[in-house]
Nanobody, 124 residues
């Protein structure tokens, strides 16, 4: 089992920045690729970013490319999402997930473990 706990969500004005974190415990953190997804009210959980087990490969949804940065610290068992130039449409609950890696990381079904989520609200 892997336990994931997200933190860092907040209310922020458009154009502002937030850094989300996701702390993992349980099994070996570096054995898992990690991802961030988000879910707006009444909508599906959608892909935001993913990072490989070693951290040397990252991928982003087009909607956040150039504004968000995913990173990980395997020594601290933590993955981060730096969010800059935030827009009202970024408002959602943000979830981190852990999975085996590969193409399936673009889809919520490709993850074995999820955190409880952290709320981000961007005001206009």
């Amino acid at each position: 089992q892997v336990q994931l706990v997200e933190a860092g969500g907040n209310l922020v004005q458009a154009g502002g920045s937030l850094r989300l974190s996701c702390a993992a415990s349980g099994r070996t953190f570096s054995n898992y690729a990690m991802g961030w997804f988000r879910q707006a009210p009444g909508k599906e959980r959608v892909f935001v970013a993913t990072i490989s087990k070693s951290g040397d490969s990252t991928n982003y949804a087009d909607s956040v490319k150039g504004r968000f940065t995913i990173s990980r610290d395997n020594a601290r068992n933590t993955v981060y999402l730096q969010m800059n130039s935030l827009k009202p449409e970024d408002t959602a609950v943000y979830y981190c997930g852990a999975g085996p890696g590969g193409f399936s990381m673009y889809f919520a079904g490709g993850y074995d473990y999820w955190g409880q989520g952290t709320q981000v609200v961007v005001s206009s």
